[in-house]
């Protein structure tokens, strides 16, 4: 009725029959120990070019083998089944269909382009070295040599248009004075960042660690120390309804017993006689004043090319490309950063020119240049199409031609009106008129607000801003006769002065 096994002291156990239904092995709980198709995991492993699954062998056939044996005994053990022991490291055999073709590795680098130093070489930030620019540097270290070293209180005011090199002249001549600088608490704020004019207090409180805010930093001025250097870069952002923070930053310096010289930077050139007329009346509180004049063809020539000769890549850009962007640029704004960014997009051009073109197997694989044409298109989308087109003028002008349209309107009606002061509305419709009449592209309005802040700063315009762009007062800073006789050179614009205004 039942088996009786006996067991011997010195032996082990026998094993049950496997022949016993209820004594069978138990399969171990996670399906990942498992092989064969209990697993029901492994069903869907039979993927194409896989060897057709075999059924399950017996015991027998596997000598030796436990499912719950250690991991390196069952490893020395798989490979000689035909079975895989996971779809997951399967991998198509030597003869299967998809072995022939092995899949595109992606390169997530691609190799440098001979364009990339270019591109790098024409950054619009503070460059390693500035040219043209002799007699300001010379200028802004005469101020810190006679006013800072000698412990002595005054202030200075930089003006110029966007691009023409203030922070980074200034910039630059700190760097060289740096070792005489040493002893100098130097403290250089971009106005840009500041959410409201009244935050420059705090601000400086903070930088100088003086607390109480703006008396603080009076009494912290005024008290035995260091000499301090406070730098306001785009100075105009400091404008409020009163200008008392202009007025109070201005007379720090020449204060009792004060330790402060100021140096601020800012784009209007009448910035302190516009805006602080109080400071006419104290000639003491008065800054030095120096204006930054617009870049000329010439000089915007040289920046680029010197660029490009640090990158050993004259060859890329052509002189007549180069020549011409500083031409077009040079009778807009004078701006160097603008024409630094039109020379990269020209080349950024170029570039995936070429890139089309070496994808393209058919395609010539000649090395590119920026030439002219790509100059042109990069101009087009900047200034639009009028900018592409029309020359700018030639070397023997004193300045381009849309400024002296201008010129002439706003002497034309300061000659037929009562008040010296025109609105630009008024002065675009008859700048509009003037061109419609000789056949010149004219600009728009906003185009000619910056125009008229180009020939302020040039010291032949002044400007009232007021909150609409078209009723800015506008009027001639130099007397009329200055204005004919710098005109009348030219023969379009005297017969422009002898027909009058236009109809």
């Known amino acids: ?34 092989t064969g198709d209990d697993n029901s995991c492994n069903l869907a ?57 092995k899949a595109p590795v992606a390169r997530l680098f ?43 209180p005054g202030s200075l005011y930089i003006s110029g248009a966007p691009g023409t090199g203030k922070t980074a002249c200034l910039k630059c001549v700190l760097q060289d004075m740096k070792a005489e600088l040493a002893s100098v608490q130097t403290v250089v704020v971009n106005c840009m960042s500041l959410r409201s004019s009244h935050g420059i207090f705090p601000l400086l409180a903070d930088r100088l660690h ?24 785009e100075m105009d952002q400091l404008d409020s309804k009163s200008q008392d923070v ?45 204006h930054f004049p617009p870049y000329s063809r010439q000089e915007l020539t040289a920046i680029v090319q010197d660029r490009l000769s640090q990158a050993s890549a004259e060859g890329i850009l052509d002189a007549s490309a180069v020549q011409f962007c500083a031409r077009k640029v040079s009778a807009v704004s004078g701006d160097a950063r603008k024409a630094l960014d039109i020379c990269r997009r020209a080349v950024e051009m170029v570039e995936s020119d070429e890139r089309k073109k070496t994808s393209d197997p058919k395609a010539e694989t000649t090395a590119s240049r920026v030439s002219v044409p790509q100059v042109a298109r990069v101009l087009s989308e900047v200034y639009g199409d009028r900018m592409a087109s029309q020359c700018g003028g030639s070397d023997g002008e004193s ?39 000789r056949q010149v592209g004219a600009v728009g309005q906003g185009e000619c607000l910056s125009l ?14 007021a909150k609409e762009a078209r009723l800015t007062k506008v009027f001639l800073k130099i007397e009329e006769k200055d204005v004919e006789n710098a005109l009348k050179d030219r023969t379009l614009l005297g017969s422009i002065l002898a027909a009058g205004l236009p109809r």
Not at 114 to 129: D, I, S, W
Not at 265 to 283: C, E, F, M, S, V
Request: overall charge positive.
């Open 1 to 34: 009725m039942y088996d009786t096994y006996f067991i011997s002291p010195g032996r082990p156990a026998a094993q049950p029959p496997p022949s016993s239904p209820s004594l069978q092995p138990r399969l171990p709980l996670s399906p990942r120990k498992r």
């Open 110 to 152: 691609a190799e440098k382009s001979r364009f990339q130093g270019v591109k790098q070489a024409l950054h619009t930030a503070v460059p390693e070295r500035l040219l043209s620019r002799e007699d300001e540097r010379a200028s802004i270290r005469s101020f810190l040599e006679e006013k800072v070293l000698q412990r002595l």
């Open 246 to 290: 202009l007025y109070t930053i201005f007379e720090w310096p020449y204060l009792p017993n004060s330790r402060l010289c100021l140096i601020g930077i800012a784009n209007a050139l009448d910035l302190t006689d516009r805006i602080l007329p109080r400071l006419q009346a104290r000639p003491h509180c008065r800054p030095l004043l120096l």
């Open 45 to 101: 492993a039979a993927a194409l070019c896989s060897p057709p699954k075999h059924s399950r062998s017996t015991p027998a056939s596997k000598p030796g083998f436990d499912e719950n044996s250690p991991l390196s005994a069952r490893r020395r053990l798989v490979p000689s089944s035909p079975l895989k022991s996971s779809p997951r490291k399967q991998e198509p055999l030597a003869g299967g269909p998809n072995s022939e073709k």
């Open 210 to 233: 003086a607390s109480g805010g703006q008396n603080g930093v009076r009494r912290l001025l005024t008290a035995p120390g260091p000499v301090v250097l406070l730098v306001l870069d």
């Open 452 to 465: 008229c802040s180009l020939l302020e700063s040039r010291g032949i315009f002044a400007l009232k801003k």
């Open 399 to 437: 300045f381009p031609l849309q400024q002296k349209l201008l010129v002439c309107c706003l002497l034309l009606l300061t000659r037929s009106g009562k008040s010296r002061e025109v609105v630009l509305g008024k002065l675009h419709e008859v700048y509009s008129r003037l061109c419609a009449q």
